[in-house]
């Protein structure tokens, strides 16, 4: 059974430093892994999905990486502001199945 | 374009009543899906659909039906509410199952 971990569970960081945010799972036959942003009291937000062929994808800040024979992906993102904090989950495609695993998510604090 | 849409956006009920959650999304995907998200769980499926006229079990479906009669619309029902059903409710969409989901604002559903 596809199990997806994130940690740590919380982080607060300085405003302007460069970030790293873990995601593992047990299974590597998978189609994609997406990473999404919450906001309190809000829906999620998809930043990134990167293809299971691929290693990494970037957008802005953002850079998320893949490597699926260790079953790791992480979300780096640079220069941290205070409108980053947010919740990141991340979301693997089990190969041969119409859904997302979620992990329960890291909690993003950005001190200004 | 609206995205995805969810209503209602907030709800009590008593033990044993029943309510309809509706879904909308104007993206004409074909893909639709219900979750819910707990503290310290992560989102769970409920159930998902695949076309207009489909459904499926997805982690935890009972409890809940659902309707997809039209390809825009997907409506998750709870016939007789438990206290254990409290959560917030996510619908997302997306155009095919691998590809990226697009979740709609939540629904707070509290059961007493």
């Known amino acids: 059974k596809q199990e997806v971990t994130q940690i740590p569970a919380a982080l607060s960081v300085p405003e302007g430093e460069n970030l790293v945010l873990n995601c593992s799972f047990t299974d590597s036959a998978i189609y994609n892994l997406q990473w999404f942003r919450q906001d309190p009291g809000k829906g999620l937000t998809s930043l990134l999905l990167?293809?299971?062929?691929?290693r990494e994808q970037t957008s802005g800040r953002l850079n998320a990486s893949l490597d699926k024979s260790s079953g790791r992906s992480t979300l780096y993102i640079a220069a941290s502001q205070p409108g980053d904090s947010a919740t990141y989950l991340c979301?693997?495609?089990?190969?041969?199945?119409?859904?997302?695993?979620f992990g329960t998510g890291t909690r993003l604090k950005v001190l200004a | 374009n609206a995205g995805v849409t969810q209503t209602p956006k907030f709800r009590v009920l008593k033990t044993g009543q029943s309510m309809t959650l509706l879904c909308a999304q104007d993206m004409n995907h074909e893909y639709m899906y219900w979750y819910r998200q707990d503290p310290g769980m992560g989102l769970r499926l409920i159930h998902y659909?695949?076309?207009?006229?489909?459904?499926a079990k997805g982690e935890v479906p009972d409890g809940y039906n659902v309707s997809r009669l039209k390809k825009q619309n997907f409506l998750l029902g709870l016939e007789s509410a438990a206290p254990s059903q409290t959560s917030v409710y996510f619908c997302?969409?997306?155009?095919?199952?691998?590809?990226?989901?697009?979740f709609g604002p939540g629904t707070r559903l509290t059961v007493l």
């Open positions: 979301a693997v495609n089990p190969s041969g199945t119409y859904k997302y695993i």
């Open positions: 659909s695949v076309g207009e006229g489909t459904t």
């Open positions: 990167i293809q299971s062929s691929q």
């Open positions: 997302a969409s997306s155009y095919r199952e691998t590809a990226t989901q697009y």
